[in-house]
């Protein structure tokens, strides 16, 4: 499930129209369907994730489960038994980096998205929690990797004084005292970009629907406005050069539809060097080398994570390793200081990931886990690529995943939207499409109208489309599956969580005839409540998501038109929600007013409501609640009749 966000923060149907699409390969000839694995197997925590080297390379860090919660643990290389660092049963350990020998950290408390910054010493003491513990959303603006006299030092920002914005601060992680490096009292700027000196050297403020970063060559100077561009535009610095003097910025301007990375000079507000672009897809991650001061890949999503590698050094490196990882994708994601050891990630879409140590001057090659050992990559199901052309003429992509074994006709299909919704759908491991491939369904993902990556035209289709051509776009996609025989008509569900769960419920009460059942997952129901209850840290973005998505007031007609809550007179098929009750995102009442009046009309409706969760459930033993109440709703509603076996 994909977050629902604001774009500016951190930062009849269709048949003969979808006939040149073309369906994915589906040949199963000889083989059988696997055996049905235990659902817990898919959504337990993983055995060891998130490796990373010590700056000095003598320890590697991981996450693993103690208590049903991911701790961190620490282990010098060469050694087989790690020390304990964290011992933490409130919530998982999110991210996490390395500071000299301490480990900088994160959680927050039950799902209420108030993250908490904590250090501690790779012994497990002295641990310390860095930022306020409770209603204060913290995290890190710049490790200060490698910058003179801040060996101990890091820069955080929080909203502890206003909860609209963000200041920086300067924190010692050994003895945790904070120092506020910014009076933000007048000019209440939301976010900050730093030099590779750790200097504040630009900041972003949102002034109505327009973007505004702010300049200053140094500390001492004031900060005045640098450049200003309307939301619908993309001007992102990435990092300053090396030298400090210009800078590295994905943009879309000058006509472009899609972003590319490019360098800019300062002093004269150009372009001066197009480092790259694609056709199709945004392009805005740019990696560099700490050590040697070189840009070494360029990164963006097409069907499947791609990469363009700048500088000899790392490409010999990715070609010592490619024998190593034939038929899976792998990435170096890691280094210590002087970048002889390594961390690599290989993993596909029916592999979750293994991880491995590599040291270079060795040439030596070590697994050091795999995420999830129980899973049977030969039992998982291909995610398969796939496009088709929507009513109006737009050409959609996304995935289909095919239950293995089984012949792709007359299947029973979970349509599942992504979040965001101004996010999108990517090939990889996804345990939610692996479990439900392995009971017999066919699983449809869909880039809907507004997904990102695909350029700046694709995402302003989607501009007050809630419910209306956004969800054409999913209801074409289903008829599209039915057209070529892989549907059962009878047998389609929707699933998706947040923006999914609002188009789950969308598709029920706008085209209730198509779905057989649905699994709403903190779904938005109502567009008036949903603007009313949004974090503090979203209203500096409120106008713009009224362009977006709807002014209340202004479009208040349009909003009502797009609010399923309103039509649940509509829903014919039974429903399952399931809501956290802290959710800061999309407030429990989203959930209870539909809940109140299916109950009313004696609809059926099953609910689910975890009170130490927020938006999605992240602990363990809910996981497994939720999925297997899932499971049970499916099974009743579309069955997965036993297929007959192809070949």
């Not at 059988?32 to 320890?59: R, T």
């Not at 049903?68 to 991210?95: E, H, K, P």
């Not at 490409?315 to 390793?321: R, S």
């Not at 899932?630 to 997965?640: A, D, N, R, S, W």
Request: charged share 25%; net charge negative; aromatic share 12%.
């Amino acid at each position: 499930m994909r977050n629902l966000l604001p774009a500016g923060l951190f930062l009849g149907v269709l048949l003969a129209a979808c006939g040149d699409a073309q369906p994915p390969s589906t040949s199963t000839a000889a083989v059988q369907p696997p055996p049905v694995i235990d659902m817990k197997l898919f959504f337990k925590n993983p055995e060891k994730a998130g490796f990373q080297i010590s700056p000095d390379g003598n320890h590697f860090s991981f996450r693993a489960p103690w208590k049903n919660r991911m701790n961190l643990f620490v282990q010098r290389i060469g050694d087989s038994v790690a020390t304990q660092v964290t011992r933490d049963t409130v919530r998982d350990i999110g991210g996490y980096f390395w500071k000299g020998d301490r480990l900088v950290y994160s959680r927050d408390v039950n799902g209420d998205e108030n993250f908490i910054v904590f250090s501690a010493s790779i012994d497990g003491t002295d641990a310390k929690a860095l930022t306020p513990e409770k209603g204060v959303r913290a995290g890190t603006l710049d490790r200060l990797h490698n910058v003179p006299g801040m060996e101990t030092k890091v820069m955080l920002q929080m909203n502890q004084r206003n909860p609209q914005v963000f200041d920086p601060y300067l924190c010692d992680i050994a003895t945790g005292e904070l120092k506020p490096l910014y009076d933000n009292s007048k000019e209440n700027f939301e976010g900050w970009i730093t030099d590779h000196n750790g200097v504040i050297r630009m900041a972003t403020k949102t002034d109505g629907t327009d973007q505004v970063v702010y300049y200053r060559a140094t500390d001492k100077e004031p900060f005045t406005e640098y450049m200003r561009t309307g939301f619908k535009d993309s001007w992102n610095p990435l990092f300053f050069t090396f030298d400090n003097a210009n800078l590295y910025v994905s943009h879309n301007l000058n006509g472009r539809d899609k972003t590319a990375v490019v360098e800019w000079d300062l002093a004269n507000k150009k372009e001066t060097r197009l480092i790259h672009e694609e056709k199709d897809y945004d392009v805005s991650s740019l990696s560099y080398s700490d050590k040697r001061k070189v840009l070494t890949m360029v990164t963006w999503t097409g069907w499947k994570e791609e990469r363009r590698i700048l500088d000899p050094q790392t490409q010999a490196l990715y070609d010592k390793l490619a024998p190593k990882f034939e038929g899976y994708d792998h990435w170096i994601y890691g280094e210590n200081d002087d970048e002889t050891k390594f961390m690599v990630w290989a993993g596909s879409d029916r592999q979750p990931g293994r991880y491995y140590f590599y040291d270079a001057t060795a040439d030596k090659l070590e697994l050091m886990a795999e995420q999830r050992p129980w899973i049977d990559e030969d039992q998982m199901a291909e995610m398969k690529p796939i496009s088709y052309t929507t009513r109006d003429g737009l050409t959609v992509h996304g995935y289909l995943t095919l239950p293995v074994g089984r012949e792709a006709k007359g299947l029973p299909v979970v349509i599942n939207p992504h979040g965001g919704p101004w996010a999108r759908d990517e090939w990889g491991f996804n345990p939610e499409v692996q479990m439900l491939a392995n009971r017999g369904y066919a699983v449809l993902q869909m880039n809907f109208r507004g997904s990102t990556g695909y350029g700046r035209a694709f995402w302003e289709k989607s501009f007050k489309q809630w419910g209306k051509t956004m969800q054409n776009d999913i209801t074409d996609g289903v008829e599209w599956l039915k057209d070529q025989g892989i549907a059962d008509s009878t047998r389609i569900a929707i699933y998706g969580g947040s923006y999914g769960g609002y188009a789950t419920l969308a598709g029920i009460t706008y085209t209730p005839d198509l779905y057989a059942c649905a699994v709403d997952y903190v779904g938005v129901s109502n567009m008036f409540t949903f603007m009313n209850t949004v974090p503090p840290y979203w209203e500096p973005f409120k106008k713009m998501m009224y362009e977006m998505v709807g002014d209340p007031q202004a479009d208040s007609l349009l909003l009502r038109d797009a609010s399923p809550v309103f039509f649940v007179d509509r829903i014919k098929c039974p429903l399952f929600i399931a809501q956290g009750a802290t959710d800061p995102r999309v407030n429990k009442a989203e959930s209870d007013q539909v809940v109140e009046a299916l109950k009313a009309r004696g609809v059926e409706v099953q609910y689910m409501v975890k009170d130490n969760e927020g938006h999605g459930f992240r602990n363990e033993e809910n996981r497994f609640e939720f999925y297997g109440a899932m499971e049970k709703f499916l099974e009743q509603h579309i069955g997965t009749k036993p297929a007959p076996v192809k070949g």
